[in-house]
């Protein structure tokens, strides 16, 4: 037993993210305000596949210990992978052999693990696993909760009405998914009313009427949102960025040609670490922020670049700057930026919030059009580009938003008045603070059970 690992009270939490940006940003967060709340008493880790591990080259996890797991793919990643079902049916089936390892392992070391925080897309394949060790299962939303309120009532897959004021376009896209998304997306809610606790990444004040059902059929709490303390409530004093980057930030570069741009001057255009919209979205994006007439700064993944119309960089000059990753968090917290063109995946919609920047929403598939009528309509934050009956996003639509967005200070003001309020939901006191705060010591009365329970052979659970 290691000298860090003495304590009567410890707690060791295990913290599964779904092996994607998307997702292991929010997990990782959790786990370090989770570690910083409970203090030595609280040891935190994160499991990681090995792809995953070798693509982050510098990661700083903060007071949260990595491991690896597998997701029976070592050598290649999702994207090589292509198909999902085989993927998602890999990940299972070296997932709980390897989570089973983990957890004997981790006993044997002395510190076993009392609770096991799972990505609710893992669900309901690690309770299993988990359940046998005795550990406490949590599920862990990494999506809004308006989304997953959605998507356990089925809407969107079988007509039973739209909520009100929504349209079809608003709604999360479910028909469109592959099919094996469709079944994981359903599984989040199979067993959930059996699992130890269910916790959601957003505040409450977000969407109170969704993080109230979820509170009341599941018993769900809202912990978010999980972005570095040094954006919000500034407690935990080295947290400044998530600390695990797949792929890599052009920190200088960007931070420079920020500097030198007049206060909220510039547009920030990114559509996180997974969409890949079409050539011809992506050439009339480029013609769209060209002709808006401001200076922008577009992430365009090194796997999408061959998208953007030739030349073009040459076109604008100094007046746009594309690169292939950001820090996202210091350029949304850039004086510079005046507004941010988000496909709206759930961590940029919170982080937009949280630092206070109005948005331009240019959804692309699964959560991504709620999320935007949310931006739109509910918190008015900003606008939505519509598509033509083409699909497309055209230039000029793309234009009018930016100049609507950038025209009229009630967007940025009513940004700001989101940006307290996040930093509220996790100050101490706040809604997600005392949530986690109070999940922390349903932890600490759980381990006494913990103890009590013996561990049962792995096959007798995985065949029932
Ligand atoms: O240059 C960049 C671009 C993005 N990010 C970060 O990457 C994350 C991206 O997450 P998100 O905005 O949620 O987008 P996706 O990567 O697309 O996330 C997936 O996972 C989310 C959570 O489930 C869903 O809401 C999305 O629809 C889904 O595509 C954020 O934390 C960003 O700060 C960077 O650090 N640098």
Redesign the pocket.
Known sequence: MGAEWEHVSDIHVLLLP?P????I??MLQFGKRLAHIGGVGVRCTLAITPYLLRQCQDPCPGAVHLVEISDGFDSAGFEEVGDVAAYLAGMESAGSRTLDELLRSEAEKGRPIHAVVYDA?LQPWVPRVARLHGAACVSFF???AA?NVAYSRRVGKIEEGLPAGFEAEDLPTFLTLPLPYQDMLLSQFVGLDAVDHVLV?SFHELQPQESAYMESTWGAKTVGPTVPSAYLDKRITDDVS?GF?L?T?MTATTKAWLDAQPPRSVTYV??????TPGPTEMAEMAEGLHSSGKAFLW?V?ASEASKIPDGFQERVGGRGLV???????E??AHGAIGCFV????????M?ALGAGVPMVAVP?????PT?AKFVEDVWCVGVRARRDPEGVVRREELERCIREVTGDDKYACNALDWKEKSKRAMSQGGSSDMNITEFLQALRRSRKSYEAKPIEPLLVGLDA
Not at 342 to 349: D, I, K, V
Request: aromatic share 16%.
């Open positions: 779904y994607v940006q998307g997702h940003n929010p897309f990494t999506q809004a989304v990444n998530y980057h792929y930030p990114s559509f996180g670490s997974m969409a992430v993944r690169v292939t990753w950001v820090a996202q968090l350029v949304l988000t496909h709206c995946g759930w961590n940029s919609t982080e692309q598939w699964s959560d991504q999320n």
